[in-house]
Each structure stands twice: as C-alpha cells, then as structure tokens.
C-alpha cells in the first residue's frame, strides 16, 4: 500500500465526515454519542471495508472533539435542554432519567440537570403526572362512573411513564375541579 495515496485518503474521508458532522449539526442539536453514531453509520455506507474500526473510532473521536472545543456539540447542555422539554411534556424525573442515559449522556450531567429540576420544582413530578393525566384524558378527566372501572388502567399509565405509588395515587384521588384548578397551574 503506497503511504502518499493513503494519507490522501485519510484527508478526503475527514473531510467528508466533518461535513457530515456540521449538516447534522445545522438540522438537529444532537448529543455526542448520538452524533458519533450517526457518523459511523455514516462511513460505514460509504466505505465498508475500506477502513478498520479503531482508525473510524479514532477518526470520529478527533472530529467530536474538534466540535466539542468550539462549543458546537456539548452534553451538559444537550442534557439540561432535553430535560426541560420532557418535563413540559409531562415526562417522570424517572423517565427523563432513562431517555437521557439511552441518548448516551455521562451521569453527572444528567444528575446535575435532575438536580436543577427538584431545586425549582419540588413538586415536579406531581405537576408532570397531571400534565399526563391531562393529554391522555385519565383520572379526574374520566366520567365519574367510569373512573373505578378504569382505574388499574390509569395507575398503570402512570406507573410506565415512571410515577411512583404515591403520587399516581394522590393525582387519580383528586376530584375534577382539585384537578382543573391544579393542571391551569402546571
């Protein structure tokens, strides 16, 4: 193999991921293993096996890093973001929790952004599980005749988007106006 035709190469094929990097980067605010993902697949198609993996990781690494010094790719604000909008969402801090360690965010960002949410919501999680109430029209929203009928149903609602015991209990207890008064303030 000529070494000369080979860094040749290399160059072309950094080039291109990193312009793959920055036309992802302008459509979407990905974290950082979201974006090395996308990039591995990305030459994967390209040159299937044409390169070694630890020379793509290595690739990858070096562009990520690139991006992440001119602050264009960062998990501590990716992670403060995302938790933000699950939580206008109606989303459990469980489940933030999980969506942001699928995502593939390092711990301490998203303990520091768990952190952020109970300092300026306490109750955060009671205020998310009448959000959810609210958009799938279960609890309080029920007909009154219907509400023990379906109530194992809507306690296991919540309990897979990742409220505990307690406070799915308290939401589905309170009355339909307790609930039209608390859900305006959420």
């Not at 040159?47 to 960062?74: A, C, G, H, P, Q």
């Not at 711990?107 to 609210?134: M, W």
Request: charge should be positive; hydrophobic fraction near 35%.
């Amino acid at each position: 193999m000529n070494p000369a035709r080979y860094k040749k190469d290399f160059d072309k094929i950094t080039e291109e991921l990193r312009s793959f990097a920055y036309s992802y980067l302008e459509k979407y605010s990905p974290s950082k293993q979201q974006l090395k993902t996308y990039l591995f697949k990305k030459i994967l198609t390209r040159y299937k096996s044409y390169l070694n993996k630890k020379m793509i990781f290595s690739m990858i690494d070096e562009i990520i890093n690139s991006l992440e010094k001119k602050s264009l790719v960062s998990d501590k604000y990716y992670s403060e973001s995302k938790s933000k909008n699950f939580l206008k969402r109606g989303y459990s801090l469980n489940k933030i929790r999980y969506a942001l360690i699928k995502k593939g965010i390092d711990e301490k960002y998203i303990n520091s952004s768990i952190l952020k949410i109970r300092e300026n919501n306490p109750d955060s999680d009671f205020f998310s599980a009448i959000k959810l109430c609210k958009r799938k029209r279960i609890g309080a929203l029920r007909d009154e005749g219907n509400r023990e009928i379906f109530y194992k149903k809507d306690m296991s609602i919540l309990a897979r988007s990742g409220f505990s015991f307690e406070i799915s209990k308290s939401v589905l207890s309170l009355s339909k106006n307790e609930f039209l008064k608390l859900s305006k303030l959420a």
